[in-house]
């Protein structure tokens, strides 16, 4: 994820009955699975908070992984486990082919069965931007690896672009086409509220949403959650706890009823070290916050 002082399998819904123009009718789908990343405490393993944080949040059906380099399953997580993972290699280095053999590698390692949706490079916008390499190397390196991933035949492996939201304010300057391989078979979405937003949890993903219906793609939720302290301007003080706790339960509901509907829906656990003033994301140690994440989500 980005610190920029302002936070960055699609099912139709079929009614019988027609809309009130301008509207769009609720949706309601079981299947979006829920989970989360684990970042560490203190004093804990990858391991231990794991084990901790799928405890807390109880309904765990798909965990975010991060790899700061190539590509490793880790020893802790079950083979069979579903589970976005991302890893970040120079897209140089994936086009001369020197990283042929570690990526055949990994993919010959994961499951069978269980969908495994990887990402090259999550959220590569502002790598691009400072110059690691071109969004045209990055497209061409994707769709490489992609190409590389299904000579192995495991159609359980789904090839999955990783972007900010931000990318899609206008504020940014950006295009998020730029960042498109063509083979990816689903976007997946950082966005998080931001206390400017007020009571509006619908901003956080709106822009996602719009700009999925014209891609034909089914798009997931990367990273999401609201912050303990507020941050515009970066003000260090915490949001009140009622207020927080009604702020979870809205954004789990705008996401799971609002269409396109997200394949998966991760919530960012952590307490980042690099901006531990003003970002502490982090429900798994409160269940009061977990409880009020999970009672949005559409049963």
Request: charged fraction near 20%; include cysteine; proline fraction near 7%.
């Amino acid at each position: 994820m980005r610190f920029l002082y302002l936070p960055a399998l699609l099912l139709l819904w079929i009614s019988c009955s027609k809309s009130p123009a301008g509207t769009e009718p609720p949706a309601k789908d079981p299947s979006i699975i829920w989970g989360s990343s684990f970042g560490i405490m203190p004093g804990e393993t990858h391991a231990n908070s794991y084990t901790r944080v799928k405890a807390a949040f109880g309904k765990y059906q798909v965990a975010r992984i991060y790899c700061s380099g190539d590509p490793v399953w880790p020893a802790y997580i079950p083979v069979e486990t579903v589970v976005q993972i991302s890893f970040k290699m120079n897209a140089k280095e994936v086009l001369d082919g020197s990283k042929d053999a570690v990526l055949t590698g990994f993919f010959n390692s994961l499951a069978v069965t269980s969908k495994i949706y990887w990402t090259y490079f999550h959220e590569p916008e502002d790598d691009i931007r400072d110059g690691a390499f071109t969004a045209e190397e990055f497209r061409n390196a994707f769709d490489y690896i992609i190409t590389l991933q299904k000579k192995l035949n495991k159609p359980n492996l789904v090839p999955s672009l990783c972007l900010m939201s931000y990318s899609l304010d206008p504020a940014s300057k950006r295009n998020w086409k730029d960042y498109l391989p063509a083979k990816v078979e689903l976007i997946s979405w950082d966005g998080y509220y931001r206390d400017n937003m007020g009571d509006d949890v619908s901003k956080v993903f709106g822009n996602v949403r719009e700009v999925m219906k014209t891609v034909g793609l089914p798009w997931a939720v990367a990273e999401t959650g609201v912050n303990k302290m507020k941050k515009s301007g970066q003000v260090n003080e915490p949001i009140a706890t009622e207020t927080r706790k009604k702020l979870l339960t809205a954004l789990a509901k705008d996401i799971s009823s609002v269409s396109p509907l997200p394949v998966f829906v991760e919530y960012f656990d952590s307490s980042p070290s690099h901006d531990a003033a003003y970002s502490n994301w982090r429900i798994s140690d409160d269940p009061a916050m977990v409880a009020a994440w999970n009672a949005g989500q559409h049963k």
